[in-house]
Structures are given as C-alpha cells and as structure tokens.
C-alpha cells in the first residue's frame, strides 16, 4: 500500500474507531501500517494493490453526494457521512461502510489496550492443567516431497472432510487401498497454539474467508480447505438428521435405506467413534445461560445443551479457528488417523482436476500438486482407482464432476446453505460471551417455522459485533465497548430458497438469491430471538434490521415484523451449503442414487453435503458423516480388493 492508501485508511479508520467514549484508544493510536502489512502479508501478494484500489474507491464515493473527497471533508462531516450511508445509503454503500467496519474493528480489537478495556483475555473456561501433546502424524505426503507421476488403489476418495475421511476409514479399515487426494494442507494442534485467530483463517478457509454467494443479497459462505476438510475449523455442533425429515426423504421422495431405523447404525457409529456429548456445564458459557433461561421462562418445548465430538474439552471458545487443545474430534483427529493405521495414503496440497473416464467407467482422477505458500501448480498426479468418490464439498464436487465432462440437469442444482444472522442482545449483568464454549446452547422450532437458534459468542478478535450491532463511529464503538454484558446467537433458516453453482472457466460461482418469503421468515426468527432475550431479562435487542437498530421492551417486539423487509437488507452469513448432486430415486430426480453413485457412470460415487436432498433443518455434519457412512458401507460390498 502506498503512503496514501494507508492515509485515507486512517482517515476511514479515525472516523470509525474514533479516539474518546468508554474506551478512550483510538484506532489512530495504533501502529495502523504495521497492523494493515501483517494483515496484508496473510494474502496472496496481489491483496495490498486490490486494498489501495478499494481505499482510493471510497475515498471517492462522497463525490457523488457533497461533490468533494474523503480526505477533503472535516472529521465531523467524515463520521456524519459514513453515519448516513450506513443507515439510508444503497446496498454498495452500506456493503462497503460495513466491510471497513469490519476490518476497522478488527484492528481496535487486536490491540491488547482495546482487549483489556472490553475485559477480553482470551483464556479458557476451565484452566488447562496439563501440556497438551502434538496431534497423531498423518504421515501426509505434500510437495515437494510428493513427486510427479502415476499411482494406483482400489478407492480413490476426493476431499478429506466430514464426508471423505469417513469413507477413507470405512474402506481401509476392511482391507482396501485407499488414496485421498486433499486440495488443503495439514492441521496440526501446534498450528492452532498462539493468539492470532486471522492468521488461521487465511491458512485453514478456502479464499481466507472470504467467499460469498452471488446474487440478493451477498451472503458470506466460508468452508475449510486443509486436511480433515471443513471440521477443523467449524463449530463443532452435531445433531442428528430430526426423523421426520428422514421420513420425508425416505417416504415422500422414495430414497433407500435412508429412514431413521435404516440411518440408525451410522449415527450410532459416527457418534461413538467422534464421542459426542453435550456440553457440560463446567464449560457452558453466559451466553448459553441466557438463551436457556429466554427458552425456560417462555416454555419452549425443544431446547437443550449443543451435542458436540469431544474429549475433554476446555471451553477456550475458539472452536472455529482450530481447537487448541484437540478436543474437538475433527476429521484429523479422528476418522483420518484410523484410515492412516489402516493403510490409507493422504496426498494434501493435491487438487483434483478431473475425473478419469474409460467409456462410461470412472478409472481414476487427475491432480494438480500444489507448491505449500502459493498454491502454484509444479506437478501432475495421475490416481488410477477400481472406485472413486467425490467428497470435495458442495461447491466443488459439482465443479470437478462438471470439469470432467458429465452432464445431468440437476448437477449443481438445488443449493441450498442455511442463511442466517446474528442476533445480539444487551444485559445489565455481565456476560463475557467469549468465556466458555463458543456454539453451546440450542432452541429449536421445527414443526412451525423451520427455525433452529444457537447461542454462538466468536471471540471478539474476529469482530462478529460489526456485523450484530448497528451504528457506525462513536455510537458503534460505545456497543463495543459494553461488549461483555452482550449476549448474541445465530439463527439457521431452513431455507426454501434454492440457489445454483454456475460453472465458469475461473471456478464454481455459488448464485443464491433470498426469496421474500425467507426474509420474511429471517424477519420471524429475528423477532422469536427478542423475545427469548427479553424473557431472559435483556434490556435492548439488535435487530439488523434497516430502520429498526434495536427494541428496547418487549412491547417493541411485534415491530420486528411489521414491515417487510427486501432481503437485499439484511446482513447474512451462511455455513452449511449442501443439496448441489442430491440423491434421487430415478435419474430425473437426482445426481446420484440412494447409495451415492452417480447416475450413468459406473464406479464414482459422491458422499459429502452434495447429496442432501433437502436441508435437514439442523447443522448437517451428522447427516453427511451418516450418509457418508451409509456410501462406504455399500462400496465395501462392490470395490473388488
Ligand atoms: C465456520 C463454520 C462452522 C461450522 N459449524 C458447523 C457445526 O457446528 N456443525 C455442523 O454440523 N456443521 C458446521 N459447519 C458445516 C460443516 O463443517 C460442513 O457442512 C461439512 O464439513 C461439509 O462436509 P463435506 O465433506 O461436504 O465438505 P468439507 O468438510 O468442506 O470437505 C471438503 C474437502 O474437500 C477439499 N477439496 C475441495 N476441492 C478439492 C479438489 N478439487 N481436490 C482435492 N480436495 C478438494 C476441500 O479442501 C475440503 O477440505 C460449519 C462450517 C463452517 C465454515
Ligand atoms: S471450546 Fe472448542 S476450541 Fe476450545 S477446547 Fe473446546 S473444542 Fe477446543
């Protein structure tokens, strides 16, 4: 960044995080050039030129409206005018007030002096008593050791996550060679030891965190992208698939095998095998309190500690960022090490390119080895397999199935990802959110509404509070600075709206685009969250909604949803795409068939979130952990050894 893209930064940056109020650091009284080029450093080397040109962009934009520059306007006419265009500005204005919000809070909240003045200290629930070792050896072959050049096994699995370690273990575990080829790197508990949470996201998400979903409005859908897939990184809830949704797969859509009484031995196996249990109560944080308490003292009928895979957990709260402890029985801490013993191979840094097809057989995969930092291409990998299964993530399988020249209607299709928003909530006692397990609590409504609340705190560091709470400058930084008597969670819609990968020459692009009725029912979800928090004793409720920053008494609530809200409004994030190769009765139905195999070609089979027919109305790990178990279990009988 030159001299002056990091002076309009400040300039940006005072006005966001000004110095004064109950915190008095101002975000000018921090090493901004510094902070900015370690940030940057996390990029690749071309992200500090797109940072200047986005700086000099907004350095523009009032322009249009006062006729004169950022750096031209006086400090007052600075706050006043990113004021309004976070409040009445158009979509692009308030995307990017939000974004640099974001960034701006993040820096404030990585200074030590602005963590003391919240109260944050990044130490776990319950102290660490003794010296955790280094997570089991993978034995991962990774460049440049891996060389160029041509292999051979029985099963060839794709993607290294919730659905292909599984598969990895099952198959290896009765005999057969078993190769898995993994796009990311290895994760070990080391990686996850020290303090910077931003620099994990840039190593262990796909596109450091930021991909999104196209279309009205832009929704954030990070994945993982390392050895042990999407798990290492994610929130570690696990519920199983509600019957009466496997009801309505087996029954209404005619699928085999996939009932609760047949899925009940996979559930069983995944669920021993990653230990799940609910989250003790030594561990549960205030923020799962106060849901409980909302839930309890409104009479909700289905609510309850989260049911998580692991062993001895701690509650340090940073589960989304790698467990520093290796409780949380992630992929590599668990299906992966058992596939290892049992003879399976993962090449990581290896990017599957194609699919190898002879006729209408698959016979192998095509890969790209990829060099550690860069990502740069520096070798070839041929992988010829008796099977292959696809297990590289909803997005991706589509693409790589697509890439390899197979064609059905529905590829790609069906995409649906779970949108949602958080909800916060201010209290007069004190909370400290981030002190206890970070996704701990549950209310759930299935039969009405589809809607399922999770109390969810992120450590502050990674600013989930710019995209809560409402307000920019001084107004925002005084929210902040009461962080600790906040309580937030997250809603998952089950959404009826359904969006698409596109398949372009640069790579899938995910189009989704919210209906009405969904905002709506966001809207509903909103409104259900304040009333649980008042029930709960709040005192105010941050809705996200345009117009409407908080309610402030439960008489307020119905104003929620009086209005209608344009889904290009609302603030959203997403986590859970899946649905995009559905399992079909009949080939005009669905990618693949009830046992995963892809319709048309004999011997590829897909077994990660791809194949949900429908959402499960719940975080859907267990789901692809148990269908994935349900694929393996059918290739075990026809992988000849
Ligand atoms: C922050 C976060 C929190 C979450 N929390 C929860 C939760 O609490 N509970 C829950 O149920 N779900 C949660 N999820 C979602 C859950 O983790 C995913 O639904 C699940 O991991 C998907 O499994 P999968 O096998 O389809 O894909 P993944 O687990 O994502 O694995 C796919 C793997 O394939 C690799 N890959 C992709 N393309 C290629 C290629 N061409 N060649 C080789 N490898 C490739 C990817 O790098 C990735 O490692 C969360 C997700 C996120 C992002
Ligand atoms: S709260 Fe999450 S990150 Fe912390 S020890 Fe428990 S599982 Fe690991």
């Not at 001299?3 to 901004?32: C, H, M, N, Q, Y």
Request: glycine share 10%.
């Amino acid at each position: 960044m030159t001299l002056k893209d990091e002076a309009i930064l400040r300039a940006l940056a005072s006005a966001l995080f000004p110095r004064g109020g109950t915190l008095p650091l101002g975000v000018e009284d921090l090493a901004l050039g510094a902070i900015t080029e370690r940030l940057l450093s996390q990029f690749p080397p071309g992200m500090a030129r797109q940072m200047g040109r986005f700086l000099r962009v907004c350095n523009l934009l009032p322009l249009f409206q006062k006729g004169r520059t950022f750096m031209s306007l006086s400090e007052a006419e600075r706050a006043e005018y990113l004021s309004r265009a976070a409040q009445e500005g158009g979509t692009l204005s308030k995307n990017i007030v939000m974004a640099l919000n974001l960034l701006c809070e993040s820096m404030f909240l990585s200074d030590p002096r602005a963590q003391a003045g919240i109260g944050y200290d990044g130490a776990p629930m319950k102290a660490r008593t003794r010296e955790f070792p280094e997570s089991p050896d993978l034995h991962c072959q990774v460049s440049p050791d891996l060389q160029p050049g041509d292999v051979e096994c029985d099963v060839c699995v794709v993607g290294s996550g919730a659905g292909g370690a599984i598969v990895a273990r099952e198959l290896a575990e009765v005999g057969h060679k078993v190769i898995v080829l993994e796009e990311g790197g290895p994760a070990r508990r080391s990686d996850f030891d020290g303090t910077d949470l931003l620099e994990r996201v840039g190593r262990f998400y796909r596109g450091h965190g930021f991909t999104a979903t196209f279309g009205s409005p832009v929704i954030l859908l990070p994945m993982g992208c390392a050895v042990g897939g999407t798990t290492v990184v994610n929130s570690g809830t696990c519920f199983r698939t509600p019957e009466a949704v496997l009801h309505e797969w087996a029954e209404e859509r005619g699928l085999q095998g996939v009932g609760p009484e047949d899925l009940a031995r996979c559930f069983d196996r995944v669920e021993a095998e990653l230990h799940v249990e609910p989250v003790g109560d030594e561990i549960m944080s205030r923020n799962g309190r106060v849901l409980r308490r909302g839930a309890e003292a409104l009479g909700v009928k289905d609510h309850g500690p989260i049911r998580r895979p692991t062993r001895d957990c701690h509650g340090s709260g940073v589960c989304a960022f790698g467990c520093p402890t290796d409780a949380k029985q992630a992929m590599h801490l668990s299906y992966l090490p058992a596939a290892v013993r049992h003879g399976a191979a993962i090449f990581a840094r290896c990017r599957a390119k194609r699919v190898l097809f002879e006729g209408n057989q698959a016979v192998g995969v095509e890969a790209d080895i990829l060099a550690p930092a860069s990502k740069r291409v520096v070798g070839r990998l041929g992988v010829r397999a008796k099977s292959v299964v696809l297990a590289a993530g909803a997005i991706y399988t589509p693409f790589l199935l697509h890439k390899s020249g197979y064609h059905h209607a529905l590829l790609g299709r069906g995409l649906k990802i779970h949108p949602g928003c958080g909800v916060a909530a201010m209290f007069d006692e004190e909370i400290y959110g981030w002190k206890g397990v970070m996704q701990c609590y549950y209310v759930h409504d299935l039969e009405e509404k589809g809607i399922l609340l999770e109390a969810t705190f992120p450590p502050p560091i990674v600013t989930y509070s710019a995209g809560t709470l409402p307000f920019v400058g001084i107004e925002h930084k005084e929210l902040v600075a009461r962080y600790r008597q906040m309580a937030t969670l997250g809603v998952i819609l089950s959404d009826r709206s359904e969006g698409r990968v596109a398949f372009t020459p640069w790579g899938p692009l995910m189009l989704y685009g919210m209906t009405a009725e969904d905002a709506k029912r966001m809207q509903e979800a909103i409104e259900w969250s304040a009333r649980l928090y008042f029930a709960a004793g709040a005192k105010r409720v941050f809705t996200i909604l345009p117009g409407l920053e908080d309610v402030r008494s439960p008489s307020d609530v119905p104003k929620i949803t009086a209005g209608r809200v344009k889904p290009s409004q609302l603030k959203l994030s997403a986590y859970h795409p899946m649905g995009t190769c559905r399992m079909g009765a009949h080939p005009e139905e669905g990618v693949t068939d009830s046992a995963g195999r892809v319709w048309g070609v004999e011997n590829l089979f897909v077994a990660d979130a791809s194949l949900l027919p429908d959402t499960p109305h719940v975080n859907p790990q267990i789901t692809i952990m148990a269908l994935a178990t349900k694929v393996a279990f059918h290739l075990r009988e026809v992988v000849r050894s």
